[in-house]
Nanobody, 127 residues
Framework: QVQLVESGGGLVQAGGSLRLSCVAS????????MGWFRQAPGKEREFVGA????????YYADFVKGRFTISKDNAKNTVTLQMNSLKPEDTAVYYC????????????????????WGQGAQVTVSS
């Protein structure tokens, strides 16, 4: 029902910035919360951050607080992940995800709760 297409991955130096974008098609994004996860080689996919359905609220994992910002634009059916002050530990494949919900203000943090996933974008941060 929903397709998510990511763009914006790449290689950056430590301390640099990168912006990932995720465009949803097939259904209005206003019915979905949107989140970001990442998966490093040999590790489990972990929560990075997510917005509420409207995009008015957001919650972030401790390791990215103050550095990453998620923005949801329902009119354009997009969600972005602005990453600043990148560290080598941030190196991973980053996935956007969508979960349909009727609840306003609700934010979901578990990967098992999401219904749709982007193809992943490689982010590599060099020392």
């Amino acid at each position: 029902q929903v397709q998510l297409v990511e763009s914006g991955g790449g290689l950056v130096q430590a301390g640099g910035s990168l912006r990932l974008s995720c465009v949803a098609s097939g259904r209005t994004s206003s019915d979905y919360t949107m989140g970001w996860f990442r998966q490093a080689p040999g590790k489990e996919r972990e929560f990075v951050g997510a917005t509420s359905r409207s995009g008015g609220s957001a919650y972030y994992a401790d390791f990215v607080k103050g550095r990453f910002t998620i923005s949801k634009d329902n009119a354009k059916n997009t969600v972005t992940l602005q990453m600043n002050s990148l560290k080598p530990e941030d190196t991973a494949v980053y996935y956007c995800a969508a979960k349909r919900t009727s609840y306003r203000g609700m934010i979901y943090k578990k990967k098992e709760e999401y219904d749709y996933w982007g193809q992943g974008a490689q982010v590599t941060v060099s020392s």
